[in-house]
T-cell receptor, first 115, second 114 residues
Framework: EAGVAQSPRYKIIEKRQSVAFWCNPI?????LYWYQQILGQGPKLLIQ????????DSQLPKDRFSAERLKGVDSTLKIQPAKLEDSAVYLC?????????????FGPGTRLLVL | AQSVAQPEDQVNVAEGNPLTVKCTYS??????LFWYVQYPNRGLQFLLK??????LVKGSYGFEAEFNKSQTSFHLKKPSALVSDSALYFC????????????FGTGTRLQVFP
């Protein structure tokens, strides 16, 4: 079974530029998550989708971050404009369905460096 | 507020010795606890989870974790460490309010020496 796919793996941009990350979840997984992992910290949830609807985006800085999952499968996370503090690893995860007992499976992440 | 604490930034152990990586939690309601491992330049890999039932949970790669409700702990253990176990380990708990959201600890770096 293929895992969660993410691209690109690495990205270097200058502040105020824009960047987009792509995620393809495990086939059949209805729930998709984007996490931000700053160096030295644990991942923090940015946004959760159930199919193509947003379940939780309370921690997403909406003035600069946006995300979509138009067809309920793959997803794109965008930052515009980027700030220095956005330097982090952006992890995508998916689970078969929502619920406390479900396991979230993570992709390899996209490492972003903002200069 | 829900939280997870991993009190040790780094744990060093000799190959072949038992290892323990500590985790304590604070949640309202029943805890749903997870351990993940992160190798360099890779995402998080699921190791094991506690939902209910037996307090000793067995997971991947020979790891196990012991749930202790009175001490609000969920320590990760392995009877005999391998050099290849060297990685960053994260404990996480499900958010009681958003049942899908995982709240992670800050991670513990495990270094196994040959």
């Amino acid at each position: 079974e293929a895992g969660v796919a993410q691209s690109p793996r690495y990205k270097i941009i200058e502040k105020r530029q824009s960047v987009a990350f792509w995620c393809n979840p495990i086939s059949g997984h209805a729930t998709l998550y984007w996490y931000q992992q700053i160096l030295g910290q644990g991942p923090k949830l940015l946004i959760q989708f159930q199919n193509n609807g947003v379940v939780d985006d309370s921690q997403l800085p909406k003035d600069r971050f946006s995300a979509e999952r138009l067809k309920g499968v793959d997803s794109t996370l965008k930052i515009q404009p980027a700030k220095l503090e956005d330097s982090a690893v952006y992890l995508c995860a998916s689970s078969l369905s929502p619920g406390q007992q479900e396991t979230q499976y993570f992709g390899p992440g996209t490492r972003l460096l903002v200069l | 507020a829900q939280s997870v604490a991993q009190p040790e930034d780094q744990v060093n152990v000799a190959e072949g010795n038992p290892l323990t990586v500590k985790c304590t939690y604070s949640v309202s309601g029943n805890p749903y606890l997870f351990w993940y491992v992160q190798y360099p330049n890779r995402g998080l890999q699921f190791l094991l989870k506690y939902i209910t039932g037996d307090n000793l949970v067995k997971g991947s790669y020979g790891f196990e974790a012991e749930f202790n409700k009175s001490q609000t702990s969920f320590h990760l253990k392995k009877p005999s460490a391998l050099v290849s176990d060297s990685a960053l380990y994260f404990c996480a708990v499900r958010d009681s309010y958003n049942t899908d959201k995982l709240i992670f600890g800050t991670g513990t770096r495990l270094q196994v020496f040959p």
